[in-house]
């Protein structure tokens, strides 16, 4: 398969969908809310979005599988599955606050070969395949040279639902508010790991995500040279609901950091 033709493609659906969804977005009311659990909100425009692109996903690969937020389509073990947030950062998305995002990546036999990210505030796509290089508007970016925690800027998000952790939580912020440049929390693990990919961000971590929370955004990290792993070093960040991603050059400082913590 040609990946280069495959990711082209699907940034073209996916930033047509953003447009879509922007175009859309003016007509947003409180009745197109609805909340699937405390401070989880989904509308009618992540449904929308999520139809629409796997639709179109499918006629790129017709026998793909599909792991999305939605339930829109479904997965049976096929050997490509797309894994889709339509929308990441459904909260700001409601409150008209940047940044929100789709989130498209596809795996092959379980190994992440694609990522798209659409800032739909920004009109900025992220976006790499295997053996290629990480873009952002058509421009190679790569991640930063950071290579201590002093100097990392690092991305964060806060729990919504699962305050479980919160203590170990909150003494990883107070270490990093007084070991780093300071500490961002932007609404969208997507875009966070983007940022990272990107070089704007040094790290980001987080629990309780799911899939398509991080399936693009990790593998553009990797792709953009840097290193990904759940809070233990172990590769179980995909489903196992926990990521740490940084700069290559940090990344084992960071991890030791945040694992001493919150493990």
Not at 29 to 45: H, L, P, Q
Not at 46 to 51: L, P, Q, V, Y
Not at 57 to 62: A, D, F, N, Q, T
Request: proline share 3%.
């Amino acid at each position: 398969m040609d990946y280069q033709l495959l990711c082209t493609k699907t940034v073209t659906l996916v930033t047509n969908v953003a447009k879509t969804v922007m175009e859309k977005r003016t007509s947003l009311t409180g009745n197109d809310v609805m909340a699937k659990g405390k401070n989880d909100f989904v509308t009618i425009f992540d449904k929308m979005s999520e139809k629409l692109l796997v639709e179109g996903l499918r006629e790129l690969i017709p026998d793909s599988g599909f792991i999305a937020e939605e339930g829109t389509g479904q997965s049976n073990g096929e050997a490509y599955q797309w894994i889709i947030d339509p929308i990441d950062g459904t909260t700001n998305f409601v409150h008209g606050a940047p940044p929100f995002c789709i989130s498209v990546g596809l795996a092959h036999n379980n190994v992440m070969i694609m990522g798209v990210i659409y800032d739909m505030f920004s009109n900025e796509c992220y976006y790499s395949y295997t053996g290629g290089k990480v873009y952002l508007n058509g421009v190679e970016c790569t991640t930063s040279p950071t290579n201590k925690v002093d100097d990392m800027l690092i991305a964060t998000g806060f729990p919504y639902t699962d305050f479980g952790r919160l203590p170990k939580f909150m003494q990883s912020l107070t270490f990093f508010m007084d070991n780093s440049h300071g500490v961002r929390r932007l609404g969208s693990a997507a875009i966070d790991l983007a940022y990272v990919a990107v070089g704007r961000y040094d790290g980001f971590y987080e629990y309780n995500l799911n899939p398509w929370d991080v399936a693009a955004g990790a593998f553009l990290v990797q792709q953009a040279g840097g290193m990904v792993s759940d809070f233990k070093g172990g590769n179980n960040w995909l489903f196992g609901k926990e990521i740490i991603a940084a700069t290559s050059p940090v990344f084992h400082e960071f991890r030791t950091v945040i694992g001493d913590i919150m493990n």
